[in-house]
């Protein structure tokens, strides 16, 4: 069935350090891939989508490109904040299903 | 602006009390879900509907029951609460897109302890 893997946490780095966040998902067809964002005491947040092989999202620094030849969707951001602590999911849509990953837990200090 | 809500957003009750959790939301989407959310275990899926009285067990359904009577709402009744069901619980909604290519919306999410 189709699945979601991501690295386990916590991972902390220093502020304006570079982010990535790996992700490989195994599903049939197509699917959409996703990353949430959760703020403590909050509901999960969409951070950025892909709906297509080679498709980049991005949106607040943050940035994922769907990688079909190696099922994978990493998050990467160039300079991380100390806002930016938070628990990220990774997440994939397929026939109206979703499947979430684990989360990985971020921490950054200043 | 349309939204997902949820209430109570905490709850406290009993061992073997009827509890439940209401989720409402405003963007007229078909499909509604309920999981829970304990560490260790990320996401799970307890229940989810695809439309007015449409519903479907998840991985994690028992001790749970849903009902959709419209479009708008997907209440979650535990029938007996136990400690095991101490967590916190998100609904999601989605649009049920014909290219089954989603977006899930979270609401804030209902804590809920059983004693």
């Known amino acids: 069935g189709d699945s979601v893997t991501q690295m386990e946490g916590p991972v902390t780095l220093s502020e304006e350090a570079f982010l990535t966040i790996n992700c490989t998902y195994t599903a049939t067809g197509y699917p959409s891939l996703f990353w949430y964002v959760q703020y403590p005491g909050e509901g999960l947040q969409l951070l950025l989508k892909a709906t297509k092989a080679d498709d980049k999202g991005s949106n607040k620094g943050f940035e994922a490109t769907y990688r079909k030849e190696t099922t994978s969707f990493h998050l990467e951001k160039g300079s991380v904040q100390v806002s930016d602590s938070a628990v990220y999911f990774c997440?994939?849509?397929?026939?109206?299903?979703?499947?979430f990953g684990s989360g990985t837990k971020l921490n950054v200090k200043p | 602006d349309a939204e997902i809500t949820q209430s109570p957003r905490h709850k406290i009750t009993e061992t073997g009390r009827q509890v439940t959790l209401a989720c409402h939301q405003t963007w007229n989407h078909n499909n509604m879900f309920w999981y829970r959310q304990d560490l260790g275990h990320g996401l799970r899926l307890i229940h989810y509907?695809?439309?007015?009285?449409?519903?479907n067990k998840g991985e994690v359904s028992d001790g749970y029951s849903v009902s959709r009577s419209n479009t708008e709402d997907l209440p979650l009744t535990l029938e007996s609460a136990a400690s095991s069901q101490t967590s916190v619980y998100f609904c999601?909604?989605?649009?049920?897109?014909?290219?089954?290519?989603?977006?899930?919306?979270f609401g804030p999410g209902t804590r809920l302890l059983v004693l």
């Open positions: 997440a994939l849509s397929n026939f109206n299903k979703f499947y």
């Open positions: 999601a909604s989605s649009e049920g897109l014909a290219d089954f290519k989603e977006t899930q919306y």
């Open positions: 509907s695809y439309g007015v009285h449409d519903t």
